[in-house]
């Protein structure tokens, strides 16, 4: 009788212990994948840089000029 108590208890440890286990690496998956930027996210910032860099050297470019045609 003693030995099937020790058994069970042992059982639900592992049960316990692989449950655990299962639930923190799933955590460990999730967190890898949202750690970085994707390569999407990275193209799109990119191309939002270009398009502000673009807007300041139009209108840095339209200061310039209208400024020149006044003298």
Known sequence: MHLL????AVLALA???TTATRRRL???RTQHREAG????EITILA???FLIAGIAVAVLTGAVNSRLDRT
């Open 5 to 8: 108590t020790l058994h069970l």
């Open 26 to 28: 799933r955590q460990q």
């Open 47 to 49: 191309l939002g840089l």
């Open 15 to 17: 049960d316990s212990a």
């Open 37 to 40: 930027l994707s390569t999407l």
